[in-house]
């Protein structure tokens, strides 16, 4: 018989099984993102996808951060979510090296098989743990009945008409620009 302890077990989530299962897919991120990281060249060339390395190392990067956020987090169900949206990524940029005269179309639809049953994975984990979450979003609240006046807009007109700037929130003298003091006005000689 299996005991279970709060490292076993992240908090929320009854069913061990399919947090084993992001547990598993966390690894495999991370595991995957080293190698597109490490070997951007050889993909890109495996792949027909010449000049595509930067991008496939930041895919790795993608992986990598996601691989961690499932290990790091007591509830992996959005990093799992981010897995999957990343999966469809993948799928698209892989999708775009079908185009044209690429010589290494059967190694891309081999790589789309590949993602498609990874992704299958991904979706059927999220879903699951999206069941098992115990906290729902709590619900929105309703503003709708809000002016932004505490005491109504008929108290606020004029509101501001017998207000004085306190002295400390003025401009100090040093501080104020330079202005000529106006010299006493004299009566023109011979007017």
Same mark, same amino acid.
């Given at each position: 018989?299996?005991?279970?302890?709060?490292?076993?077990?992240?908090?929320?989530?009854?069913?061990?099984?399919?947090?084993? %299962?992001?547990? /598993?897919? @966390?690894?495999?991120? #991370? =595991?995957? +993102? &080293?190698?597109?990281?490490?070997?951007?060249?050889?993909?890109?060339?495996?792949?027909?996808?010449?000049?595509?390395?930067? %991008?496939?190392? /930041?895919? @790795?990067?993608?992986? #990598? =951060?996601? +691989? &961690?956020?499932?290990?790091?987090?007591?509830?992996?169900?959005?990093?799992?979510?981010?897995?999957?949206?990343?999966?469809? %990524?993948?799928?698209?940029?892989?999708?775009?090296?079908?185009?044209?005269?690429?010589?290494?179309?059967?190694?891309?639809?081999?790589?789309?098989?590949?993602?498609?049953?990874?992704?299958?994975?991904?979706?059927?984990?999220?879903?699951?743990?999206?069941?098992?979450?115990?906290?729902?979003?709590?619900?929105?609240?309703?503003?709708?009945?809000?002016?932004?006046?505490?005491?109504?807009?008929?108290?606020?007109?004029?509101?501001?008409?017998?207000?004085?700037?306190?002295?400390?929130?003025?401009?100090?003298?040093?501080?104020?620009?330079?202005?000529?003091?106006?010299?006493?006005?004299?009566?023109?000689?011979?007017?």
């Amino acid at each position: 018989m299996r005991y279970e302890t709060d490292r076993t077990r992240r908090q929320g989530h009854a069913d061990t099984a399919t947090d084993t %299962l992001a547990r /598993g897919l @966390g690894l495999f991120s #991370i =595991a995957l +993102g &080293i190698a597109e990281v490490v070997a951007p060249r050889t993909l890109a060339r495996a792949l027909g996808m010449k000049g595509q390395e930067g %991008l496939i190392a /930041g895919y @790795g990067v993608r992986e #990598i =951060a996601t +691989g &961690i956020g499932i290990l790091a987090s007591k509830d992996p169900t959005p990093w799992i979510w981010g897995r999957v949206a990343g999966d469809g %990524l993948d799928l698209a940029t892989l999708a775009t090296a079908l185009e044209g005269d690429n010589p290494k179309k059967s190694n891309v639809g081999i790589a789309m098989a590949a993602v498609a049953g990874v992704t299958a994975l991904d979706v059927y984990c999220a879903q699951t743990l999206s069941r098992e979450t115990p906290h729902p979003l709590p619900p929105l609240q309703d503003y709708s009945d809000r002016t932004g006046y505490p005491s109504g807009i008929e108290q606020s007109h004029g509101a501001a008409r017998d207000f004085e700037v306190p002295r400390d929130f003025r401009i100090p003298d040093a501080l104020r620009p330079y202005t000529q003091p106006e010299l006493p006005q004299r009566p023109m000689p011979g007017l």
